[in-house]
């Protein structure tokens, strides 16, 4: 049972345009959400997170924006740079109880073409 | 300021043999996060647990699976008996509060079953 889904394997884009990855979700009770960056032979790193409550966040070059009647996430990036080539996990948690539990999706690698 | 710390980085057993994985926590994080990320597919939630306490351990599998957070030392993922199937990445996160998820992963232990 996939709660947390990124339906495109890959992504490629020009440097300076913008990426756009997608994120859908099945759980109405997850509440918060977040994107993690990984690149080759390293751990996940965190990216930008949202409420539920809310149905955009910024920071710098990335923006996440939250639908929620559609169970849908994306994260946009721009202007995309090839360091920016990594693979991108979106993340979901209920906050329920005592856990920092995350769902993850299978996540979408992403390359920029200078 | 260290981040999480994982050993080894990689690691070979052959099938029977026992696996053990460290890993330490930043300084100051009480809570520690096991994920496993089988190839191609997403990380996926294994156990998280605080100093001396499992507190969701319901991603572990049933046999052969153990994690421990002692009052002192590294938290250790455990897996006896060692399959085929548990060929992964295996990758530890930490936090300093509870809920916090904006947790901090370190880079891995791939473990190789031959």
């Given at each position: 049972d996939q709660q947390v889904k990124q339906n495109s394997p890959s992504l490629s884009v020009q440097e300076g345009r913008i990426s756009i990855l997608n994120c859908d979700y099945t759980?109405?009770?997850?509440d918060y959400f977040l994107w993690y960056k990984k690149y080759p032979a390293e751990g996940p790193t965190f990216l930008i997170s949202i409420s539920s409550i809310k149905d955009k966040n910024e920071d710098g070059r990335f923006t996440v924006f939250l639908n929620k009647s559609a169970k849908h996430l994306s994260l946009h990036i721009?202007?995309?740079?090839?360091?920016?080539?990594a693979v991108y996990f979106c993340a979901a948690s209920t906050?329920?109880?005592?856990t920092g539990k995350l769902i993850f999706g299978q996540g979408t690698t992403l390359q920029v073409k200078p | 300021n260290a981040g999480v710390m994982q050993n080894p980085r990689h690691l070979v057993r052959r099938r029977g043999q026992e696996a053990r994985l460290r890993c330490s926590p930043m300084k100051g994080h009480s809570h520690v996060y096991w994920y496993r990320q089988l190839p191609e597919e997403g990380l996926k939630f294994m156990v998280y647990l605080q100093k001396e306490n499992i507190?969701?351990?319901?991603?572990?599998?049933?046999?052969r699976f153990s994690a421990e957070f002692p009052k002192e030392g590294p938290s250790i993922l455990r897996i006896q008996q060692?399959?085929?199937?548990?060929s992964a990445a295996y990758f530890c996160a930490s936090s300093?509060?509870?809920?916090?998820?904006g947790y901090t992963f370190g880079s891995g232990t791939r473990l190789t079953v031959v």
């Open positions: 759980n109405s009770m997850f721009v202007p995309s740079q090839p360091g920016d080539s906050g329920s109880g005592n | 507190i969701d351990e319901s991603g572990m599998p049933k046999e060692v399959v085929r199937g548990d300093p509060l509870q809920d916090w998820y």
